[in-house]
Antibody
Framework: EVQLVESGGGLIQPGGSLRLSCAAS????????MSWVRQAPGKGLEWVSV???????YYADSVKGRFTISRDNSKNTLYLQMNSLRAEDTAVYYC??????????????????WGQGTLVTVSS | QSVLTQPPSVSGAPGQRVTISCTGS?????????VHWYQQLPGTAPKLLIY???NRPSGVPDRFSGSKSGTSASLAITGLQAEDEADYYC??????????FGTGTKVTVL
């Protein structure tokens, strides 16, 4: 069974740094595309970043240059290093495993499995 | 980066049919990328509802259906039930190498 458990959220001052973790079980992180998606309070979903199985990484313009996605294969864990945090980064951050397969067909670029999320609050 | 446009809210009585539109552009839906739909119940994480435009994951009732045409897609809920009250989001991929979500639609069961 696919399970994703995020941790590392909390209250941080503007300009500070925080690292989120997403511990995976039931599959291998390094063999899959993995994303971070966030949701500001009362707002919609916003894609943040993706890391492909080959190691390529991509970011939303809103976080480019400030956030870094990575993974630790030995721990089967995904990370999001967030630097220079701003009030507008306040959100619940979800990790998601990309892709969904059923009946012999597989689809990519779909957030097939989600964690429960971790709240990041940026405030002084 | 691009955003897909959805109506903020739709409502219907139990048993009725409601539809949610999702409008994109030539760089995402119109470029041939698949559309997927998520259901987010209050206080919970999003859950995959429809993938690959019109496919349902196991466990999703067949009263949910999806379609795609041109630069738009739609989600239909037939036989609306109280438990369907939730937020719904469409999602696709964009030629700018980013994922794009819809603005979200709140479904209210009257």
């Amino acid at each position: 069974e696919v399970q994703l458990v995020e941790s590392g959220g909390g209250l941080i001052q503007p300009g500070g740094s925080l690292r989120l973790s997403c511990a995976a079980s039931g599959f291998t992180v390094s063999s899959n595309y993995m994303s971070w998606v966030r949701q500001a309070p009362g707002k919609g979903l916003e894609w943040v970043s993706v890391i492909y199985s080959g190691g390529s990484t991509y970011y939303a313009d809103s976080v480019k240059g400030r956030f870094t996605i990575s993974r630790d294969n030995s721990k089967n864990t995904l990370y999001l290093q967030m630097n220079s945090l701003r009030a507008e980064d306040t959100a619940v951050y979800y990790c998601a495993r990309e892709g969904y397969c059923s009946g012999g067909s597989c689809y990519s670029r779909v957030h097939g499995y989600w964690g429960q999320g971790t709240l990041v609050t940026v405030s002084s | 980066q691009s955003v897909l446009t959805q109506p903020p809210s739709v409502s219907g009585a139990p048993g009725q049919r409601v539809t949610i539109s999702c409008t994109g552009s030539s760089s995402n839906i119109g470029a041939g990328y698949d559309v997927h739909w998520y259901q987010q119940l209050p206080g919970t994480a999003p859950k995959l509802l429809i993938y690959g435009n019109s496919n349902r994951p196991s466990g999703v009732p067949d009263r949910f259906s999806g379609s795609k045409s041109g630069t738009s897609a739609s989600l239909a809920i037939t036989g609306l039930q109280a438990e369907d009250e939730a937020d719904y989001y469409c999602q696709s991929y964009d030629s700018s190498l980013s994922y794009v979500f819809g603005t979200g639609t709140k479904v209210t069961v009257l």
